[in-house]
């Protein structure tokens, strides 16, 4: 499902009137965004804790809207001691209860279930524990750090519904997005830190398709400028095989470990093309330009001067890249 990953100042914001009230409103605020789902969704509802506070309050509210500082009290006291029993509560709801029999999953952990209190039981508070809330949240209580609470949007990710047939035009999920961003501008009492709707590898991949035009017409450019500076057609065929072979070899890489070749990739096509060319002009420079001045001294000194110094061009090129792999930044790695 697609998720929200909502930032809260401090503990003591999880349980804030003003904040729930805000929380309850997104459900109208993106009420029109949903509709189009209404047909390929069979949820209606957000999965945010300040449902949760509602439903497991004592007076049973039906939703969020009535909300009251009782209820935030008692839900508070009800959270706190529930807990204390939160492995056990995991470990019952989804290693014994949640186990599916028929898909020949086999039930255990289920003396777990024992141990919680009676009045911890619903599937609520599995749902609270295991969905919404951060598992370190009283250690982020005694630290006074930021506390981070996921929210469930009543639909599924773009991908999603593409592994099940679904036509979903990835524009529902651009408005989507654009009434998120709206929303969170507006709200005072939380930060909207991150979501999943899994259209951003779509959204880049047609940019890179639409990019990919554009180094078709600097590879034709780069070909025509090797061809011009060597007067030879024999040598710019061989600098295009070249290029063209260092493509399938990627694409082989792919096909070998059975992954499919990333068509984002294909923007990459600029730096090889970059590379290959300094290349291309670098050997064609230093070979002996007449036969009868090439001779097996002169091939091994040509070969020599040209391999250090591709080496160290190209070298320089990637090292950046190779470096990435252990930037603390996702994007990058």
């Not at 004592?58 to 492995?87: A, G």
């Not at 929210?151 to 036509?167: D, E, K, R, V």
Request: a neutral charge.
């Amino acid at each position: 499902m697609a998720q929200i990953i909502i930032e809260l100042s401090s503990y003591e914001k999880l349980f804030d009137l003003k904040m729930h009230r805000e929380l309850c409103q997104l459900q109208h605020f993106l009420s029109p965004s949903f509709k189009p789902f209404a047909m390929l969704s069979p949820y209606r509802q957000i999965f945010h804790i300040s449902n949760f506070a509602g439903c497991l309050s004592p007076l049973n509210r039906d939703n969020c809207t009535t909300l009251s500082t009782y209820d935030l009290k008692n839900f508070k006291i009800q959270l706190e001691k529930c807990y204390k029993s939160r492995k056990a509560i995991i470990q019952c709801g989804r290693d014994c209860i949640g186990a599916k029999e028929a898909d020949g999953e086999e039930r255990h952990n289920c003396q777990q279930c024992e141990r919680i209190p009676s009045n911890c039981t619903s599937q609520m508070w599995f749902d609270l524990f295991y969905r919404i809330l951060p598992k370190d949240l009283l250690s982020r209580k005694a630290n006074n750090e930021k506390i981070y609470v996921n929210t469930f949007l009543p639909l599924y990710t773009y991908s999603a519904y593409g592994f099940q047939g679904f036509n979903v035009s990835i524009d529902l999920f651009i408005s989507l997005e654009n009434d998120l961003k709206q929303w969170s501008a507006q709200t005072k009492e939380l930060k909207v830190k991150g979501y999943l709707l899994d259209i951003k590898r779509d959204i880049l991949l047609s940019s890179a398709l639409s990019d990919s035009k554009l180094a078709i017409f600097a590879a034709a450019i780069v070909f025509l400028l090797v061809f011009i500076y060597s007067l030879s057609l024999g040598y710019t065929i061989a600098v295009f095989i070249e290029l063209g072979a260092s493509v399938l070899m990627a694409a082989a890489v792919y096909r070998g470990f059975s992954i499919g070749f990333p068509l984002l990739n294909l923007v990459s096509f600029v730096l090889l093309l970059s590379i290959g060319s300094d290349g291309a002009f670098l050997l064609f420079n230093a070979f002996p330009t007449k036969a009868d001045d090439l001779d097996e001294d002169n091939f091994d000194e040509c070969l020599s001067h040209t391999i250090t110094t591709m080496f160290l061009a190209q070298f320089s090129t990637i090292v950046p890249f190779l470096l990435n792999l252990v930037s603390s930044v996702i994007v990058f790695r």
